[in-house]
């Protein structure tokens, strides 16, 4: 199972990863932290990193 539909190595997929996270945390920040803390974005930005390091 992939994640991505391009055959990436491993740097490919942390930098792809780390560039959804800031884009996550951005939205997060402008849509949903006043009602939850950026602390669980971070926390599922990361499990996402993980699968996608795992499974990319």
């Not at 939205?27 to 599922?44: C, D, K, M, N, S």
């Amino acid at each position: 199972m992939r994640i991505l539909p391009i055959k990436t190595n491993f740097f490919d997929r942390i930098f792809i990863g780390l560039v959804i996270m800031f884009g996550a945390h951005l939205l997060w920040v402008r849509f949903i932290e006043q009602y939850i803390p950026l602390l669980a974005a971070t926390v599922g930005c990361l499990f996402f990193l993980v699968l996608l390091l795992i499974y990319g």
